[in-house]
């Protein structure tokens, strides 16, 4: 049984992913943390609350596909990253395998987002 405050919060959150603003990338990552902390990723993937709450895996895909998906990844693997119990719920929902690739995604846009020291001779 999914705790009727976390539903809550997951609709209200719903409303604003869609957008295409600096806000709405924290509202993605509190989304799908949401899901993860709750255990309820794979449940949202399989639709088995969108006929009661109108949930469902194309909510998971829109935290990733308006144009911030790099960032989102980056707020989950940084929670992760100092929360031990958050990385092993993700881990367990969505493998290990795929978190490592998440992990490497993440530090590779670091590294080529650090600014580049020019220096003429």
Not at 18 to 25: A, G, L, M, Y
Not at 97 to 119: A, C, G, H, Y
Request: with cysteine; hydrophobic share 35%; glycine share 4%.
């Amino acid at each position: 049984m999914i705790d009727k405050a976390i539903l809550t919060k997951l609709k209200k959150l719903k409303s604003k992913i869609r957008r295409n603003d600096k806000p709405s990338t924290t509202h993605r990552v509190q989304f799908m943390v949401l899901l993860f902390e709750n255990e309820i990723h794979n449940k949202v993937l399989r639709y088995e609350l969108f006929d009661e709450h109108n949930i469902g895996e194309r909510d998971v895909d829109t935290c990733f596909e308006m144009g911030d998906g790099r960032e989102v990844l980056s707020g989950l693997v940084d929670k992760a990253s100092n929360d031990f119990e958050f990385e092993m719920k993700v881990r367990t929902q969505i493998g290990s395998t795929l978190f490592e690739n998440w992990k490497e995604i993440v530090s590779k846009q670091r590294e080529t987002s650090e600014p580049q020291l020019n220096l003429s001779l």
